[in-house]
């Protein structure tokens, strides 16, 4: 079975702190991804990777950075937390890309709150 | 632009009653649709897409190209279904676009 973790359930942040969320898979998945999750607004697409050392920006990069060193792991920075950027964070993987979509598996996710 | 919209926020049913959330989408070209599903408590996960044509859960998704409309429908609701669903349209290999969810609650 499929595992994506996420290092923190809950953090508590202040603005302008620059904040690391870390996420890791155990299935040798190629395609990474950060959402962000807000009510009424479903998921919205920070950024995703297709490889290491590869990044590409989703619907809404802007405050965020992200970082791809080991297959497994994919890092979402927030380089100067702001208190807009209070919202859940989940992590997901998939297969490689091409042919069909395939599913994505996603962590618990990261309740962030900044003050 | 690719764009999933699922016009209910919450739905509201009681055991034994019919389901359909509603879902449609925006998509030049060939769509593939999904619906995931959050548990309270629980993480994200996928309830079905629609290349299956597969009922999971005793839900069934039809996709409408005529309407684009891939709504999901269950006729007697569960009170273990009430959980956040999303619809979401596959693109460009791998590339997934949700729409803003509906919590669905079924009441005993």
């Known amino acids: 079975d499929v595992k994506v973790t996420q290092s923190s359930r809950y953090l508590v942040k202040r603005t302008g702190e620059k904040v690391f969320l870390e996420c890791v898979q155990d299935?040798?998945?190629?395609?990474m991804f950060w959402y962000r999750q807000d009510p009424g607004l479903g998921l919205r697409l920070i950024y995703f990777?297709?490889?290491?050392?590869?990044?590409e920006k989703g619907d809404i990069p802007e405050g965020y950075s992200v970082s791809r060193e080991k297959k497994e792991r994919f890092s979402l920075i927030l380089e100067s937390a702001s208190t807009n950027q209070t919202s859940m964070y989940l992590c997901?993987?998939?297969?490689?890309?091409?042919?069909?979509?395939?599913?994505?598996?996603f962590g618990n996710g990261t309740r962030l709150t900044v003050t | 632009a690719q764009r999933v919209t699922q016009p209910e926020k919450l739905l509201s049913v009681f055991k034994g009653a019919p389901v359909e959330l509603k879902c449609n989408y925006s998509?030049?070209?060939?769509?593939?649709l999904f619906w995931y599903v959050q548990y309270s408590r629980q993480r994200l996960q996928l309830l079905l897409r629609?290349?299956s044509r597969e009922s999971i859960k005793g839900f069934t998704a039809d996709l409408n190209k005529g309407e684009t409309s891939f709504h999901l429908k269950k006729p007697f609701a569960q009170e273990e279904d009430s959980a956040m669903y999303y619809c979401?349209?596959?693109?460009?290999?791998?590339?997934?676009?949700f729409g803003g969810g509906t919590r669905l609650m079924v009441k005993p």
């Open positions: 997901a993987s998939s297969y490689p890309r091409g042919g069909d979509n395939s599913p994505l598996h």
């Open positions: 299935m040798d998945h190629e395609n």
């Open positions: 990777s297709y490889d290491v050392k590869m990044k």
């Open positions: 998509y030049s070209g060939s769509p593939e």
């Open positions: 629609h290349i």
């Open positions: 979401a349209l596959g693109w460009a290999g791998n590339m997934l676009t």
